[in-house]
């Protein structure tokens, strides 16, 4: 079945650093890939995401590149704050079929430091 | 209203017993989505609905888990005979139904948490 595989579960950088998540993902008819932030206690909420049809896009200093060769997409988030502190969940869904069935990956706690 | 609301935000049971979980999506929203997350990990897609009609519910676990939305707007999640594996945040999800090929923001509620003793 679908599967997409997130790393790595932890993630501890100094402000001001960027950091990092990788994803893969195993349907190759995904084509939409969501990324979403979900603060202690709260609900996940989008705060970016890429088509199949672009390779990268950028939303002041977060970005997402997307390799549909390897099935690899990322999250890069830049000049890193304490309250970038958060899980992040990668996911992937194929629209062409009009579905709106959502894969997550198990996400990754990021913890920046002051 | 002003986004995805759901009650219970915590349901406390008994192994064996039925529970009901509620979710008023965002008015006008013609999709709604049921997830599960267990500690540490992402949402695990259930069911969703596109209207009345339940379009996907490859993701429910077995015969228990059960989900209506009669008349397009309001969902309950029902569970029968609970196990103590059942125990997680149920969350829910709305967007607009959309066309095909167009991406549509899934907005997230607030989750009920669900514990079986």
């Known amino acids: 079945g679908e599967n997409v595989e997130q790393h790595p579960s932890t993630l501890s950088v100094q402000e001001g650093d960027s950091a990092v998540i990788k994803c893969t993902y195993s349907?190759?008819?995904?084509?939409?890939f969501p990324w979403y932030k979900q603060e202690l206690g709260k609900r996940p909420q989008l705060i970016i995401d890429?088509?199949?049809?672009?390779g990268e896009k950028k939303d002041q200093r977060i970005a997402v590149t997307l390799n549909k060769t390897a099935k690899h997409f990322s999250l890069h988030i830049t000049e890193t704050q304490p309250e970038d502190s958060a899980v992040y969940f990668c996911a992937a869904r194929n629209q062409n079929t009009g579905g709106f069935k959502t894969i997550f990956g198990a996400g990754t706690r990021l913890f920046v430091k002051a | 209203g002003a986004g995805v609301s759901q009650t219970p935000s915590n349901k406390v049971t008994e192994k064996g017993k039925y529970v009901e979980l509620r979710c008023d999506p965002i008015?006008?929203?013609?999709?709604l989505y049921w997830y599960r997350q267990s500690l540490g990990q992402g949402p695990e897609f259930l069911i969703y609905f596109q209207g009345t009609g339940a379009a996907d519910d490859s993701g429910l676990p077995n015969d228990r888990f059960f989900a209506v939305r009669p008349e397009g707007s309001v969902s309950t999640l029902k569970i029968q005979r609970t196990e103590r594996g059942d125990s997680a945040v149920y969350l829910c999800a709305s967007s607009h139904g959309g066309l095909a090929g167009v991406p549509n923001e899934q907005f997230f509620g607030p989750g009920t948490r669900l514990t079986v003793l």
């Open positions: 008015s006008g929203h013609t999709a």
């Open positions: 890429i088509r199949s049809n672009v």
């Open positions: 349907d190759s008819a995904s084509n939409y």
